[in-house]
Nanobody, 115 residues
C-alpha cells in the first residue's frame, strides 16, 4: 500500500520558480511510474510529467522546456522543478503512482502564478 503526500506549492509571480515534492510511504516497486498531473478550475486533469524507476521521462509540450521531473528511489520521493512559471500554470498539482494496473493519487498541492 502506497500513500503519496505532495508539498511545495504556493503563490509566485510569473517568471518565478517552485519545486514540488511527493513523498511516498510503503513499497515503491521497480518498474513503477510516478508523475505529476495538474487540474485548473474548469479544466480536465492533465499530465505534466512522468518518470519511470529507471529515469525515463516524458513531459507535456507546454512544460517540457521549463519543468524537470526527478525521482530519488532511495528516498521514495519525486520532485517537479518548475521554472519560468506562467499564470496558465496555475492549478492543483497531484502526484501519481502507477504499478501493475494499480494507480494512486496524492491529495494535491495548490500552485498559483500571478501576472
Amino acid at each position: 500500500q502506497v500513500q503519496l503526500v505532495e508539498s511545495g506549492g504556493g503563490l509566485v509571480q510569473a517568471g518565478g520558480s517552485l519545486r514540488l515534492s511527493c513523498a511516498a510511504s510503503g513499497s515503491i516497486f521497480s518498474g513503477s511510474v510516478m508523475g505529476w498531473y495538474r487540474q485548473a478550475p474548469g479544466k480536465q486533469r492533465e499530465l505534466v510529467a512522468r518518470i519511470t524507476s529507471e529515469g525515463t521521462t516524458i513531459y507535456a509540450n507546454s512544460v517540457e522546456d521549463r519543468f524537470t521531473i526527478s525521482r530519488d528511489n532511495a528516498k521514495k520521493t519525486v520532485y517537479l522543478q518548475m521554472n519560468s512559471l506562467k499564470p496558465e500554470d496555475t492549478a492543483v498539482y497531484y502526484c501519481n503512482y502507477y504499478f501493475r494496473a494499480s494507480q494512486l493519487w496524492g491529495q494535491g498541492t495548490q500552485v498559483t502564478v500571478s501576472s
